[in-house]
């Protein structure tokens, strides 16, 4: 039992790279020690997965992290009975394991899961901190050192997938974007090995896809798509066949659209 808890593979060993944007590091660290859960919101691929990691090594505790999705039950969340060797046992899911051990539990795109299966975060996100198992009749309590964290893409909301005001009032809100110029192409270098002038050159190709969202493209390239063609490109791929791959066609099926990025991607390289 004390080695499922102590939950090793869930420990961040060595510290994830993260450049600061903000004052997100102290609100978080504030946040964490009043017990305050946190809602990370902004753009895919611009560094929350990544602060949460590196939050995780700076406050030393073991990080689960749940990918949402359409079929995320709250079973999923919480745990299940299992056969295990002709016995019937519980089986902790990932939510109920991080509380136990006084993880942080991650929930990326919250607003991707079921609305029945979001409700089973409310007694953890408040002032009463448990975690009720229904199927055993746990009333789970969290201890001081856990910490709930979650995370949506503003830019995706609809009617059918927003986040609740009950829910989002529960939390203390952390907005995330894109780096500015000059510290993006420091992301990417420190990321890649990329030379400078090729990383200013991949951001300043970003900036010009991120002017399209809205009108052709969902969403412009992210830092991460970014890193991805730079480290092609450290490795020997030439210029514009990085971009293609890991940038434009990754953006986009549209012909037009991809036409039209790829064209901005060759005025620059």
Known sequence: ?????KLKEYEIQSEPYYAQLGNEIDLFEASYKNRIPVLLKGPTGCGKTRFMEHMAWRLQRPL???SCHDDLT??????????IGGETRWSDGPLARAVRAGGICYLDEIVEARKDTTVVIHPLADDRRVLPIEKTGELLGAPPEFCLAISYNPGYQS?????????RQRFVSIEFDYPDAELETEIVIRESGLDEDMAKRLVKFAAMTRNLKG???EEGASTRLLVHAAKLMACGVSPPVACRGAICETLTDDPDMLKAVSELSASLF
């Open 64 to 66: 689960i992290t749940v």
């Open 215 to 217: 009108n052709g493209l």
């Open 159 to 167: 009617v059918l997938k927003d986040l609740k005001q009950s829910t």
């Open 1 to 5: 039992m004390a080695t499922q808890l």
């Open 74 to 83: 709250a079973a999923d969340l919480v745990g299940r009975f299992l056969i």
